[in-house]
């Protein structure tokens, strides 16, 4: 069992920027491929971003590519997802989720998940 614990939420202008992180509990935490997901009001939950488990691979949305950086320190058990330039538009919960998976495409895939952390972003 993992247990998944989000920070670094909070509101920021437009233009700004925020670090996510996200603390694992568990000392497999390398063995999982991490992701972050979103979920606006009204609207279905989407993938952010996703990293392998040893975080050579990494995947975006096109919606986030070229301003948000997802990464992940298996020494300290943490997975970040730094945001900058954002957008009213990201505004959402956000939420990481480990897969036993080693290329996990879908969040069907995702085995745990945290509770979330608000995400928002003022015009």
């Known amino acids: 069992q993992v247990q998944l614990v989000e920070s670094g939420g909070g509101l920021v202008q437009a233009g700004g920027s925020l670090r996510l992180s996200c603390a694992p509990s568990?000392?497999?935490?390398?063995?999982?491929?991490m992701g972050w997901f979103r979920q606006a009001p009204g609207k279905e939950r989407e993938i952010v971003a996703a990293i392998s488990r040893s975080g050579g691979v990494t995947y975006y949305a096109d919606s986030v590519k070229g301003r948000f950086a997802i990464s992940r320190d298996n020494a300290k058990n943490t997975l970040y997802l730094q945001m900058n330039s954002l957008k009213p538009e990201d505004t959402a919960v956000y939420y990481c989720?480990?897969?036993?998976?080693?290329?996990?495409?879908?969040?069907?895939?995702?085995?745990?998940w945290g509770q979330g952390t608000q995400v928002t972003v003022s015009s």
């Open positions: 568990g000392r497999t935490y390398s063995s999982y491929a």
């Open positions: 989720a480990a897969s036993h998976a080693v290329a996990p495409s879908t969040e069907y895939q995702y085995d745990y």
